[in-house]
């Protein structure tokens, strides 16, 4: 399914960690991570298909990170209203709730042919759109 996102991971002294995902066929997703530049500990990639993104949360949970406290998620999906904030809780990446947005869920699917859908980040004064729930139906992760 062709959909645009954008994934931007900061953590703290994380060079090293990072530094396999930023070179090319890397073997991890259809994208290589750059470096934002600057004295910024972060990384950005840009995804124009859903399934080369699933999995990526599960997989930077995995990293060896110098200071998890400090690594943060960054996804913008084409559909959502702004970038969700997923940090590390536990050794997982969890979504930090937004004031004024929230994730909105499709039906799960009949089958696991297609990969999971990430959902909608939306702001609460719109209408929820037809269809979409608060509720995940949706059981495999979409990141």
């Not at 950005?44 to 699933?54: A, K, N």
């Not at 990170?65 to 943060?72: G, I, L």
């Not at 004024?100 to 209408?127: C, I, N």
Request: aromatic share 10%; glycine share 8%.
């Amino acid at each position: 399914m062709s959909r645009n996102a954008e994934v931007i991971v900061l953590a703290h002294f994380a060079d090293e960690v990072m530094k396999p995902l930023t070179q090319p066929g890397n073997g991890m997703w259809d994208g290589t991570f750059a470096p934002l530049g600057g004295s910024i500990y972060g990384w950005f990639v840009e995804f124009d298909h859903v399934r080369p993104r699933t999995g990526l949360l599960k997989f930077l949970e995995t990293l060896p990170w110098p200071n998890p406290e400090s690594v943060q998620v960054l996804m913008h999906d084409e559909e959502d209203d702004c970038f969700g904030l997923w940090m590390m809780r536990d050794g997982v990446l969890a979504e930090v709730p937004l004031p004024g947005h929230r994730r909105l869920h499709p039906p799960a699917p009949a089958s696991d042919e297609f990969p999971p859908d990430p959902g909608l980040l939306w702001r609460t004064e719109k209408a929820i759109p037809s269809g979409y729930s608060t509720l995940r139906q949706e059981q495999r992760p979409a990141w």
